[in-house]
């Protein structure tokens, strides 16, 4: 036997879909919003009444758009999932058509209207559109939670004369009224929805034609939320800039210190152009895995440009002192409003992570120093609906789709915002040299000298006092050796940062039991924990292997360890050091050095891909100066630093895209132990080939033995 069936849903698959498909009371709210902003309304009101009585509170939302006739509601608003809107967008992008007020449709599944389910079990519906009836409609939910069939349980409609003016006395409209609500509104949860409403439009962008009211009888539940206006100008760091296919275009950054700091200026940062690029690891035809550099293009999927505005915080406590009259508001805003959001046509996509949809938060857990968090920044993602058809949202409205289209705009963003961070990160530099806490720049002697006068304070025992401070002795002793000696590589499984990260946490945990005055056995514990850390630390790093040996086999030698990766990436090496006809021999950790040329080699090879240099080059030449100095020049024909070279040995500032920024500040920091030092050459100093005039210069100057 074979016939045809069709589903016959039951009623209460209305009250399912209105408690789950939105996600909370807030994006319900929103989504009626923007219902208004498509009905082109110019202006929406929220009103929420009798607050004090949760059971009678009742949710209004009327706005004074171009309203629904009968047959609209008959056959569009009682049709959930109804493709209306989204052949509306279709046909307007199709015939370059636009609304009254230019705008696009934003919803297109036809379910936007499950909001008032969220909110309560009953709705009234008065809505009128130009040259027809109004109409009236009411529906009590809990109706739906009985097991007839849906098409068993009917809705009355009325069409009537108007009665009623909407907002601004408008003839056209409509009014929603929502009482027996499903949750109480609470303080707190009402200062959430207004703090919702007000970032719905991007703060950059504000649309003019397009205003949102929010009216409470409790006026005093709304008091002290502070705005945009008043922390925007406390920013620190700012940027602008457009996506487009491949690059980044009219990057434009500007470092802004405060009137009060005097010792600092501006500092802007224009680049016309930024190739937006991932690293990857690819088989070569060897079948070695090598990586290799691959575009992130947008104009692989319809997602247009994306134009981007960041501004960023510094919340370090002396730099707040500096310039901030409420600090404690300007933190609460950041914590509860900072992050970097997307907004269609400057009206807000919720994500399914909020505001870390790009992962700050772990980024900056995972690698200390000068990462954004959320609560550093406040940034917009802009995008055109015309143009974006790819990146579609999620039925329950918690952001996009997670296909290709969406990774590859993610990617962008990412790329984009990691540039900021990098110029952020060199400014930071600057503000900690003139203005931080001295904490901030040595983070572990700083905290242990703190740590010696708390001991000194609240410790009686004389002995106990005595083997605390042995143990902090050592701890710095220790630390400061760990920074001096460069490791071998980053495969050797310890990273600066693990070693900053732990002993901060110890430390801090370590300062927080002597401030409470716990037990003298807690104290002594985390004393020796510490100790114990960096005793351990300090013997992977240690080395004593110390000889005379030649420069020049050393060179060959470290070149011969990336033959493949720079034959592999077609880079020619100019060894201009081998026509020297002078032995060059010094004293120190050969295997160190070599891996200090080694980073110096990888960074070129990156740059000079990264800038797509044709005929790539890597120079190195061996100088001997009156000074008693010998010198390895390492030079290539790339683009040259793209950050000052003041700060470039800085632990954590890098202009690579996936660098840790610790290379060059380490082998800055063996040099210094060898008794010689890192340093940048001026291009005319040196008798070099014109053709590395533009290029990265280095030169690692160590003591004639």
Same mark, same amino acid.
């Given at each position: 036997?074979?016939?045809?069936?069709?589903?016959?849903?039951?009623?209460?698959?209305?009250?399912?879909?209105?408690?789950?498909?939105?996600?909370?009371?807030?994006?319900?709210?929103?989504?009626?919003?923007?219902?208004?902003?498509?009905?082109?309304?110019?202006?929406?009101?929220?009103?929420?009444?009798?607050?004090?009585?949760?059971?009678?509170?009742? #949710?209004?939302?009327?706005?004074?758009?171009?309203?629904?006739?009968?047959?609209?509601?008959?056959?569009? %608003?009682?049709?959930?999932?109804?493709?209306?809107?989204? +052949?509306?967008?279709?046909?307007?992008?199709?015939?370059?058509?636009?609304?009254?007020?230019?705008?696009?449709?934003?919803?297109?599944?036809?379910?936007?209207?499950?909001?008032?389910?969220?909110?309560?079990?009953?709705?009234?519906?008065?809505?009128?559109?130009?040259?027809?009836?109004?109409?009236?409609?009411?529906?009590?939910?809990?109706?739906?939670?009985?097991? !007839?069939?849906?098409?068993?349980?009917?809705?009355?409609?009325?069409?009537?004369?108007?009665?009623?003016?909407?907002?601004?006395?408008?003839?056209?409209?409509?009014?929603?009224?929502?009482?027996?609500?499903?949750?109480? %509104?609470?303080?707190?949860?009402?200062?959430?929805?207004?703090?919702? #409403?007000?970032?719905?439009?991007?703060?950059?962008?504000?649309?003019?034609?397009?205003?949102?009211?929010?009216?409470?009888?409790?006026?005093? %539940?709304?008091?002290?939320?502070?705005?945009?206006?008043?922390?925007?100008?406390?920013?620190?760091?700012?940027?602008?800039?457009?996506?487009?296919?491949?690059?980044?275009?009219?990057?434009?950054?500007?470092?802004?210190?405060?009137?009060?700091?005097?010792?600092?200026?501006?500092?802007?940062?224009?680049?016309?152009?930024?190739?937006?690029?991932?690293?990857?690891?690819?088989?070569?035809?060897?079948?070695?895995?090598?990586?290799?550099?691959?575009?992130?293009?947008?104009?692989?999927?319809?997602?247009?440009?994306?134009?981007?505005?960041?501004?960023?915080?510094?919340?370090?406590?002396?730099?707040?002192?500096?310039?901030?009259?409420?600090?404690?508001?300007?933190?609460?805003?950041?914590?509860?409003?900072?992050?970097?959001?997307?907004?269609?046509?400057?009206?807000?996509?919720?994500?399914?992570?909020?505001?870390? %949809?790009?992962?700050?938060?772990?980024?900056?857990?995972?690698?200390?120093?000068?990462?954004?968090?959320?609560?550093?920044?406040?940034?917009?993602?802009? #995008?055109?609906?015309?143009?974006?058809?790819?990146?579609?949202?999620?039925?329950?409205?918690?952001?996009?789709?997670?296909?290709?289209?969406?990774?590859?705009?993610?990617?962008?963003?990412?790329?984009?915002?990691?540039?900021?961070?990098?110029?952020?990160?060199?400014?930071?530099?600057?503000?900690?040299?003139?203005?931080?806490?001295?904490?901030?720049?040595?983070?572990?002697?700083?905290?242990?000298?703190?740590?010696?006068?708390?001991?000194?304070?609240?410790?009686?025992?004389?002995?106990?006092?005595?083997?605390?401070?042995?143990?902090?002795?050592?701890?710095?002793?220790?630390?400061?050796? #760990?920074?001096?000696?460069?490791?071998?590589?980053?495969?050797?499984?310890?990273?600066?940062?693990?070693?900053?990260?732990?002993?901060?946490?110890?430390?801090?945990?370590?300062?927080?039991?002597?401030?409470?005055?716990?037990?003298?056995?807690?104290?002594?514990?985390?004393?020796?924990?510490?100790?114990?850390?960096?005793?351990?630390?300090?013997?992977?790093?240690?080395?004593?292997?110390? +000889?005379?040996?030649?420069?020049?086999?050393?060179?060959?030698?470290?070149?011969?360890?990336?033959?493949?990766?720079?034959?592999?990436?077609?880079?020619?090496?100019?060894?201009?050091?081998?026509?020297?006809?002078?032995?060059?021999?010094?004293?120190?950790?050969?295997?160190?050095?070599?891996?200090?040329?080694?980073?110096?080699?990888?960074?070129?090879?990156?740059?000079?891909?990264?800038?797509?240099?044709?005929?790539?080059?890597?120079?190195?030449?061996?100088?001997?100066?009156?000074?008693?100095?010998?010198?390895?020049?390492?030079?290539?024909?790339?683009?040259?630093?793209?950050?000052?070279?003041?700060?470039?040995?800085?632990?954590?500032?890098?202009?690579?895209?996936?660098?840790?920024?610790?290379?060059?500040?380490?082998?800055?920091?063996?040099?210094?132990?060898?008794?010689? !030092?890192?340093?940048?050459?001026?291009?005319?100093?040196? !008798?070099?080939?014109?053709?590395?005039? !533009?290029?990265?210069?280095?030169?690692?100057?160590?003591?004639?033995?």
């Amino acid at each position: 036997m074979k016939e045809s069936i069709a589903f016959r849903p039951r009623a209460r698959l209305m009250s399912q879909l209105g408690e789950q498909l939105i996600k909370d009371e807030n994006i319900a709210v929103l989504e009626l919003i923007k219902n208004s902003y498509d009905a082109d309304a110019k202006n929406v009101q929220i009103t929420m009444e009798n607050l004090d009585n949760p059971s009678s509170t009742i #949710i209004i939302i009327e706005d004074n758009g171009d309203g629904m006739s009968l047959d609209i509601v008959k056959n569009c %608003w009682m049709e959930p999932g109804t493709d209306n809107k989204e +052949k509306k967008l279709k046909y307007m992008i199709e015939n370059n058509v636009r609304s009254k007020l230019n705008r696009l449709p934003m919803g297109e599944k036809g379910i936007g209207r499950f909001g008032v389910h969220k909110l309560g079990n009953k709705i009234t519906l008065i809505t009128r559109s130009e040259n027809n009836n109004e109409v009236y409609l009411q529906i009590d939910w809990t109706i739906f939670n009985s097991n !007839q069939y849906l098409e068993d349980i009917p809705i009355e409609i009325v069409e009537r004369k108007p009665t009623q003016q909407f907002l601004k006395n408008s003839s056209t409209g409509t009014k929603i009224i929502i009482e027996k609500l499903k949750t109480s %509104w609470t303080r707190g949860k009402v200062r959430e929805l207004y703090r919702s #409403i007000n970032s719905l439009n991007s703060p950059f962008k504000s649309l003019d034609s397009f205003n949102v009211v929010f009216n409470i009888d409790k006026k005093d %539940w709304l008091k002290g939320l502070i705005e945009y206006d008043d922390i925007k100008d406390y920013a620190l760091f700012k940027a602008k800039m457009t996506l487009s296919g491949d690059k980044i275009k009219d990057y434009k950054y500007y470092f802004m210190p405060w009137k009060s700091m005097t010792k600092l200026d501006k500092r802007p940062n224009l680049v016309p152009e930024i190739n937006m690029i991932n690293e990857v690891r690819r088989n070569a035809k060897n079948g070695k895995r090598r990586k290799e550099l691959e575009p992130i293009d947008l104009s692989k999927h319809k997602i247009g440009d994306i134009e981007i505005e960041l501004l960023g915080f510094d919340l370090d406590s002396s730099i707040l002192k500096m310039g901030v009259k409420d600090i404690q508001g300007l933190k609460a805003y950041l914590n509860t409003n900072g992050g970097i959001f997307v907004y269609r046509d400057n009206i807000r996509i919720y994500s399914s992570g909020e505001n870390d %949809w790009l992962g700050l938060g772990a980024s900056r857990v995972n690698a200390p120093g000068d990462k954004i968090s959320n609560n550093l920044i406040l940034g917009s993602v802009n #995008i055109n609906r015309n143009g974006s058809s790819d990146l579609k949202e999620k039925t329950n409205r918690e952001g996009f789709i997670e296909d290709a289209a969406y990774n590859t705009f993610k990617e962008a963003v990412l790329f984009a915002v990691k540039k900021f961070e990098r110029d952020r990160a060199q400014d930071k530099q600057y503000l900690r040299k003139y203005y931080g806490a001295t904490s901030k720049s040595e983070p572990v002697i700083a905290e242990v000298s703190l740590l010696k006068q708390k001991v000194e304070e609240k410790i009686v025992d004389k002995n106990l006092k005595k083997e605390i401070f042995g143990c902090l002795n050592n701890i710095e002793k220790d630390y400061k050796h #760990i920074t001096e000696v460069y490791q071998k590589s980053s495969s050797a499984g310890l990273s600066m940062s693990v070693v900053l990260h732990e002993i901060d946490k110890i430390i801090s945990e370590l300062e927080y039991a002597i401030i409470a005055e716990q037990t003298s056995d807690h104290i002594k514990l985390l004393v020796k924990r510490l100790s114990t850390l960096t005793d351990g630390y300090a013997s992977v790093v240690k080395s004593k292997s110390i +000889k005379i040996f030649d420069l020049k086999k050393m060179i060959t030698q470290a070149l011969f360890m990336v033959d493949f990766r720079l034959s592999a990436h077609e880079i020619t090496v100019d060894k201009q050091y081998i026509n020297n006809k002078t032995d060059f021999k010094i004293k120190g950790n050969e295997s160190l050095i070599i891996s200090s040329i080694i980073n110096i080699i990888d960074n070129s090879i990156w740059w000079l891909n990264y800038a797509k240099i044709p005929n790539k080059k890597i120079f190195f030449d061996i100088t001997r100066d009156i000074t008693g100095y010998i010198s390895i020049i390492i030079a290539d024909n790339g683009k040259g630093f793209t950050i000052p070279t003041d700060i470039v040995t800085k632990p954590f500032i890098t202009d690579k895209p996936s660098g840790m920024g610790l290379g060059l500040h380490l082998a800055s920091e063996l040099m210094k132990q060898h008794g010689g !030092q890192l340093f940048f050459p001026e291009f005319d100093d040196l !008798q070099l080939p014109n053709e590395y005039k !533009q290029g990265a210069l280095i030169a690692l100057s160590f003591k004639e033995d």
